[in-house]
Structures are given as structure tokens and as C-alpha cells.
């Protein structure tokens, strides 16, 4: 399993070569200076609770690009550039791959608890969607363009994010990564109230996070002992 990184500062600099950046990779740029701003804000003990939100791993199966893409994107190598028409239908039909190679149907019942889970059919698919058996067959086998109504029901039956299907590298990851920002813009918030003398802060909304809310809570947890053991 991929090591976790740390999203490096965003160099001020731009090469002489490069090419002009894009509107959405200029906020994937954004995005990961801020993290890396926010992460160097909070104290030791928060920053290791942090990396699991960060696992290239865990952010593979959010936005369907590789980890170990995962990791050179979260270390500043430019996210590819791809224009072409085959680019874009060659990325929805990998994407569409992935989401039934990683999103597995489980064993409902006890009795069928030890068999092994398996990848929806596209029977399944088509009834969880509410989509023809056909559509859904000739999307997965033919890679074939359909509606984005049609799409975002596959992304939903699959609990992918939405765009799933068609974000770039910067898109996806930005994705990915945007609600973490804003919870630890969050947290830092409530780092400058206990300062302050403030015992108590009003809840968040964490429903973007998903399953890592218990993550971010251990962060919340972690800067406030920090806290209580500092100076006063």
C-alpha cells in the first residue's frame, strides 16, 4: 500500500516551457496550497491523524485515477492534458471499469456470508439505475457516449462523485480533496476559538466527507488536547 504524502507547497515559479495552465488546473493549485497551508497550521499530533484522508489509496477509489498517480499529482507534477476526443471517451470507459471492478455487490443474507463479493451485472446495474439492460450493456462493453442524466444515475447507483465518469486528473482530484479543505478551514476556526476562551462551537455540516467525518473528528480531537496542553 502507497504511503501517504504531503501535499508540497505550490511553486511560485512558473518554467520558461510550460505550457499555459488550464482554469482547472489552476484551482487543483489552489487547492493543494491550501491544504498544504492548513496542514502546516495544525499541531503535530492532528497532522498524523490527517493522513489517512491523504491515503493515495483511499483518493484512488474516490476519483478513479491511480495511487501512485495520486501521489505524483499530490506532489506537484501537472495533471495531463487531454483534449482529444479518444482521450475523453478512452477516460469515461476506464472510469466506468473501475467503478464495477471496486464498487462490489456484498452478500445480503448470513447465509450467503462467505461468498466471496462480486461485480454487479449488468442486470443489477440496470435495475439499481433505473436504466434498459441494453444501455447499460452497451455503455460498459462499447465504452458508447450516453445522456448525462444516464451517466449520473450509474455514478449514484455506484456512490461515485458526481462527474465522476468524466473529470480530469485536476477535476477529480479537486473533487477529492475540496470538502478535507474546508473541513480543516473548519477546525483551524475552532483551534482560533478555543484561544479564546470558547468551550463550545457549533456543529458542522460533514455529509461532502462521507465515512472519513470520523477522521476529521479525530483531528478535531487532536488539536484540541494540543490545545489544553499548551500555555496558557
Not at 487531454?82 to 472510469?95: C, G, N, P, T
Amino acid at each position: 500500500m502507497n504511503e501517504a504524502v504531503e501535499p508540497p507547497p505550490v511553486a511560485g515559479d512558473t518554467p520558461a516551457h510550460a505550457e499555459p495552465v488550464s482554469a482547472e488546473d489552476s484551482q487543483l493549485a489552489l487547492v493543494l496550497a491550501q491544504l498544504n497551508e492548513l496542514r502546516q497550521q495544525l499541531p503535530p499530533e492532528a497532522r498524523d491523524k490527517l493522513a489517512p484522508l491523504l491515503d493515495p489509496e483511499k483518493i484512488s477509489h474516490d476519483t478513479g485515477l491511480t495511487p501512485e498517480r495520486v501521489t505524483e499529482l499530490l506532489n506537484g507534477e501537472s495533471p495531463e492534458q487531454q483534449a482529444s476526443k479518444e482521450a475523453v471517451q478512452a477516460r469515461f470507459l476506464q472510469r466506468l471499469t473501475f467503478l464495477r471492478e471496486t464498487r462490489l455487490k456484498q452478500p445480503v443474507t448470513r447465509r450467503l456470508s462467505g461468498r466471496t463479493p462480486r461485480p454487479y451485472s449488468y442486470g443489477e446495474i440496470a435495475r439499481g439505475a433505473q436504466i434498459s439492460r441494453q444501455t447499460v450493456h452497451y455503455i460498459f462493453t462499447e465504452g458508447r457516449q450516453a445522456n448525462p442524466e444516464t451517466i449520473a444515475r450509474i455514478e449514484r447507483f455506484f456512490g461515485a462523485l458526481p462527474g465522476f465518469c468524466s473529470y480530469t486528473e485536476s477535476e477529480a482530484l479537486v473533487a477529492s480533496l475540496r470538502p478535507i479543505v474546508r473541513e480543516l478551514t473548519f477546525l483551524n476556526k475552532v483551534t482560533d476559538a478555543l484561544a479564546h476562551g470558547v468551550t463550545r462551537v457549533a456543529a458542522r455540516s460533514t455529509e461532502e466527507l462521507g465515512q472519513d467525518t470520523d477522521a476529521m473528528d479525530s483531528i478535531l480531537a487532536a488539536v484540541i488536547a494540543a490545545r489544553r496542553q499548551g500555555p496558557s
